[in-house]
């Protein structure tokens, strides 16, 4: 009998309890044992949940209260000294690495102002994890035994799991240096790290712990030889001890092939290899495997929402046992479950002929079974029929193909994404247009959702209000956010985007070929989750989107008003793509439409189009190589399809504001003026790499992330340090980002004194010359 296994399971809850706890927590609305007693159930009820559905092989230790990274440097104590010298309870101690804490002091404790620790994103996922942060002064050691812990709770209700741990070289090639230890190499440490891996490891076997799941998904990456040898290291060092459970090291994301080195001759039990992704890795790695070793294969997608193909998975599978024969191949999920939403059931408003072409976690714990019961010969008959029907009512329905759509995608030329001439002549065209001063202001989109807005959509979206009753409600937001722009100085105005809720939702909604779920949540980090809508067919415009509250806009002021989209990229990664078509030609769809209304913006008087691309880095491709020169390609033509319809005159902005950004791949968008996000960048060598950029660049001025507002003087002392080294005429001033999450009273008093600081500078300008 083949087994079948899941890597991991959402642990926010079908109806977001993790959430509510977590922040009932936070605000002191929930005690710390209310709080670990949501965490239980939880568990619980996903533990149930896999072993109703039949799963062999069921995770533990999948858990987490914010991030499974941080739980495992909490775990073995990599804790900056910044965060111990508070004496916090071990919960707030965790959430003050994760999120910073700031308090006063009070009777029993002292004042507490720290910072979090540094966020990045989960490989090429919308995850973030915890950096864990290494110095010199780390000392590693067991601070408790959440594992054990949790593979006994799951034991006691009668539940054999198998613990799920991050490796030790993927925690240490994850992690940096602390700034007290900047010349410290994290992987240096990994002598000092094995003997507590194994403390714990010993700890699981005496529970009666058999087998552990160690995920190492940097063997996805290009990785230095060095850490090949590091994976040798602490895998045979394991296997020297006595009295651990077996081991089963996790990969998923991509191929491991060109790391074959760090896992060749490893002595373990097996590994698991994601053929979601890479199915072609699977010969070479099948090739490496010693005669005893198992290969658990992940054929069920654990990012996407789509039902699985059985005969599709069925293939695979068989071709792995072909080769390793029944007992050493284990049906899986590609990875954890952790990125698809919890449970499909909780739909209701879908048709039934698009929910069933979807699967979430729940229903993907029913897919691994019934594959794994159809490759050990038992009688799936019914449930396979059942599924070629949905895959062919999939393919075939008339929610998919637009050949409208189709036919201008396929007619897409270079010349359509080129405009019509380089950016130094649009500048001179547009220098008359503007008239701007030097170091222009303008923000990046949005302005405070207030509650009111919150409260006003939502009634509109129940019916309580009419749609005259909200338009006139939006028209006297964008007249405030108008008026208030004009009073501040700034130089390019928004309508502020009180409209839409989210920067992608909003665009979806109004697109043909989306498909939107109610409870469709998947965890981004901590306790915020995005609920992503669904590309299912061919995307197109039905009539335009902004140019109604944009038009508005500029019918209030002399002062230019931004157009505001949301670019193709962007659209694309922040929703679940289709997996019939590839995702350059759904970039291409949305670029398209996106097209539509940049040209409906020029046609209506909008002089300035902002296309923003916040996630065009994360869209970057794992591996250096051709896949990844692709992506640059695409993705930068998608954009430029988007823009390149407008005349020399009309100037295109573009955004971005998570950092790591390649200036080539900028430069390949051809924007006139990017914003970037540079506030916390304080980094000369990052403002240099941008410095040979042709067009104009705003460099992101404060953290909209943080209610702090900074002074005239402290915007001063920041531009002039940027100014050290990066060229006065090009130089746009901002924000970060856009300021939807502030409130009012410190969006005006920052947004003035950025103005100010930048006339000071445009002043000084002045006498120089
Ligand atoms: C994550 S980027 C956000 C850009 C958008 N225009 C805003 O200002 O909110
Ligand atoms: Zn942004």
Same mark, same amino acid.
């Given at each position: ?28 609305? #929930? &005690? ?10 939880? $568990? ?34 990599? /804790? ?65 035994? #959440? ?22 070289? &993927? ?7 602390? #700034? ?122 654990? $990012?996407?929402?789509? *039902? ?46 698009? *929910? ?32 070629? @029907? ?40 547009? /220098? ?32 309580? /209000? ?60 901590? &306790?915020?989750?995005? $609920? ?104 930068? @033509? ?72 900074? &002074? ?27 300021? *939807? ?27 120089? @010359?």
């Amino acid at each position: 009998m083949v087994s079948s296994s899941v890597l991991g399971f959402p642990r926010i809850g079908a109806k977001r309890e993790l959430k509510k706890a977590t922040e009932a927590y936070w605000s002191g609305k #929930k &005690s710390v044992e209310e709080l670990l007693k949501v965490g239980k159930e939880i $568990r619980e009820t996903n533990w149930k949940l896999q072993k109703e559905a039949g799963v062999d092989i069921i995770p533990s230790n999948d858990f987490s209260f914010y991030d499974q990274v941080l739980d495992a440097s909490l775990l073995f104590n990599v /804790i900056p000294d910044r965060y111990t010298k508070y004496d916090l309870s071990e919960i707030d101690l965790y959430f003050a690495m994760a999120r910073g804490l700031q308090r006063q002091a009070t009777e029993t404790s002292k004042k507490v102002d720290v910072t979090a620790l540094e966020m990045v994103k989960w490989f090429d996922s919308n995850y973030h994890y915890v950096r864990p942060t290494f110095s010199k002064s780390t000392e590693f050691k067991l601070t408790g035994a #959440k594992p054990v812990d949790q593979y006994l709770e799951a034991k006691a209700l009668g539940i054999e799991t198998r613990p799920v741990l991050i490796g030790p070289v &993927s925690f240490l090639y994850l992690g940096k240096a602390d #700034k007290d230890s900047l010349d410290l190499e994290p992987i240096s440490l990994l002598d000092k790290l094995l003997p507590v891996y194994v403390e714990l490891l010993k700890k699981l076997a005496a529970v009666g712990v058999k087998s552990v799941q160690i995920d190492e998904p940097i063997l996805v990456l290009d990785l230095p030889e060095k850490i090949h040898g590091a994976f040798q290291k602490a895998y045979k060092y394991f296997s020297e001890q006595k009295d651990i459970p077996e081991i089963v090291v996790a990969s998923y994301f991509g191929t491991v092939v060109p790391n074959l080195a760090a896992i060749k001759g490893l002595p373990v039990a097996g590994f698991h290899v994601d053929l979601v992704r890479a199915p072609e890795q699977l010969n070479d790695v099948a090739a490496i495997l010693s005669d005893k070793q198992v290969l658990s294969v992940g054929v069920v997608n654990g $990012r996407n929402i789509w *039902k699985n193909d059985f005969a599709k998975s069925t293939k695979i599978v068989e071709a792995a046992i072909a080769k390793l024969g029944a007992d050493r191949v284990i049906v899986a999920t590609s990875s954890s479950l952790l990125h698809t939403p919890v449970d499909l059931d909780n739909e209701s408003k879908l048709t039934e002929e698009v *929910k069933d072409s979807f699967s979430f976690a729940k229903q993907k714990l029913y897919e691994v079974t019934v594959i794994a019961k159809k490759v050990s010969g038992k009688d799936v008959a019914a449930a396979y029929e059942a599924n070629a @029907k949905s895959i062919a009512g999939r393919a075939n329905s008339t929610k998919i193909n637009n050949q409208a759509v189709q036919k201008r995608t396929a007619a897409i030329t270079d010349k359509l994404a080129t405009r019509a001439a380089p950016f130094t002549e649009r500048l001179k065209e547009q /220098i008359p247009v503007f008239k701007l001063p030097l170091f222009p202001t303008t923000t990046i989109g949005s302005f405070p959702q207030t509650k009111e807005i919150r409260v006003t959509r939502n009634k509109f979206q129940k019916g309580a /209000i009419s749609a005259q009753q909200y338009e006139d409600f939006i028209n006297k937001q964008i007249e405030e956010a108008i008026k208030i722009q004009e009073d501040i100085g700034l130089d390019v105005l928004v309508e502020g985007e009180a409209s839409r809720s989210d920067m992608v939702f909003f665009f979806a909604e109004q697109l043909d070929g989306y498909q939107f779920t109610e409870n469709g949540w998947v965890q981004s980090y901590g &306790s915020r989750y995005v $609920r992503a809508p669904i590309i299912y067919g061919d995307v197109s415009r039905p009539k335009p989107m902004t140019l109604r509250e944009t038009v508005y806009a500029q019918s209030l002021t002399t002062k230019p008003v931004k157009g505001m989209l949301t670019g193709p990229v962007t659209m694309l990664r922040w929703s679940f793509p289709r997996d019939d078509l590839d995702q350059k030609t759904q970039a291409n769809q949305i670029s398209l439409a996106l097209r539509d209304e940049v040209s409906d913006l020029e046609a209506a008087g909008i002089k300035v189009i902002q296309v923003d691309e916040p996630a065009l880095r994360e869209g970057l491709p794992l591996r250096a190589g051709a896949e990844r020169d692709d992506y640059y390609e695409w993705a930068a @033509k998608a954009f430029r399809i988007s823009t390149s319809s407008v005349a020399n005159k009309t100037q295109i902005h573009s955004h971005f504001c998570y950092s790591d950004l390649d200036p080539n791949h900028i430069k390949a968008l051809d924007a006139d003026v990017v914003s970037i996000e540079f506030s916390k960048k304080d980094d000369a060598n990052y403002i240099a790499e941008f410095k040979n950029y042709p067009n104009h660049i705003g460099l992101g001025l404060f953290d909209i992330h943080s209610p702090r507002i900074p &002074s005239t003087e402290e915007f001063i002392e920041k531009i002039g340090k940027i100014l050290e080294s990066y060229p006065a005429e090009k130089f746009w001033v901002n924000p970060d980002c856009g300021l *939807k999450t502030r409130g009012w009273p410190e969006t005006i008093a920052s947004l003035t004194h950025m103005v100010e600081a930048a006339k000071y500078y445009r002043e000084k300008y002045a006498e120089k @010359k």
